[in-house]
């Protein structure tokens, strides 16, 4: 069964420096998203990205994060200059859209990168 | 604006009794409704989701969910838990902002005891 890939698996960076996180969404699908998770606890939307631009960002999705789409098949987040509260789990999501629309397509995540700002 | 509830952080059961993990919803319209499973160091994964119809929805590994209009509620229930169903479950509701964001609730821990 397809899945979604992200590298690393577990990034930690000094407070001020930028990172990348990486994922590979399923090959048919048309959303991307990214959520993150604090302590294993609420999962929290970032981003939602659509026929290369974004679709939604939250309030915490801030002039610091950035996402790209570079080649057709990755999908990058960019935090420009971390933050000790940034550190989390960031999950990458993917999801096809069906006739009706998105709304009954259900969300692929992948494993999660664990970032730690030190 | 869409949202879910969970109300319990927690829930124990004993291994073989039927378990139950409770989500309400607040929606405009015809609610879309999904419950995800995350194992430790995971990333969620899907179990099922409501669209319309039969109020009671089967889906993944055993797991069955009961769509109750009147009480607002979408339980998640097993007849039988097993201590590998141990994990944190989540119940979700698309938004209507029209971007296709998914909103999850606080998630309940599911423990389940040999």
């Known amino acids: 069964e397809p899945e979604v890939t992200q590298t690393p698996s577990h990034q930690v960076t000094q407070m001020g420096q930028e990172v990348i996180l990486r994922c590979v969404p399923i090959s048919n699908h048309l959303y991307f998203y990214w959520y993150r998770q604090i302590l294993g606890q609420k999962v929290e939307f970032l981003v939602s990205f659509y026929n290369n631009e974004i679709s939604e960002k939250s309030e915490i999705f801030d002039d610091q994060f950035s996402v790209e789409r570079p080649d057709g098949s990755n999908f990058t987040l960019k935090i420009r200059s971390t933050k000790l509260e940034d550190s989390a789990m960031y999950f990458c999501?993917?999801?096809?859209?069906?006739?009706?629309?998105?709304?009954?397509?259900?969300?692929?995540f992948g494993n999660g990168t664990r970032l730690t700002v030190t | 604006a869409q949202s879910v509830a969970q109300p319990e952080d927690q829930v124990n059961v004993a291994e073989g009794n039927p378990l139950t993990v409770k989500c309400t919803y607040s929606?405009?319209?015809?609610?879309?409704l999904f419950w995800y499973v995350q194992y430790p160091n995971r990333g969620l994964q899907f179990l099922l989701k409501y669209i319309t119809g039969d109020n009671l929805v089967k889906g993944s590994y055993g797991f069955e969910a009961e769509f109750n209009k009147s009480q607002t509620s979408f339980h998640l229930k097993k007849p039988s838990a097993l201590v590998s169903d141990s994990a944190l479950y989540f119940c979700?509701?698309?938004?209507?902002?029209?971007?296709?964001?998914?909103?999850f609730g606080t998630g309940t821990r599911l423990k389940v005891l040999a």
């Open positions: 929606v405009s319209g015809n609610p879309y």
């Open positions: 999501a993917s999801s096809e859209a069906l006739v009706a629309g998105g709304y009954n397509s259900p969300l692929h």
């Open positions: 979700a509701v698309p938004s209507t902002s029209g971007t296709y964001k998914y909103i």
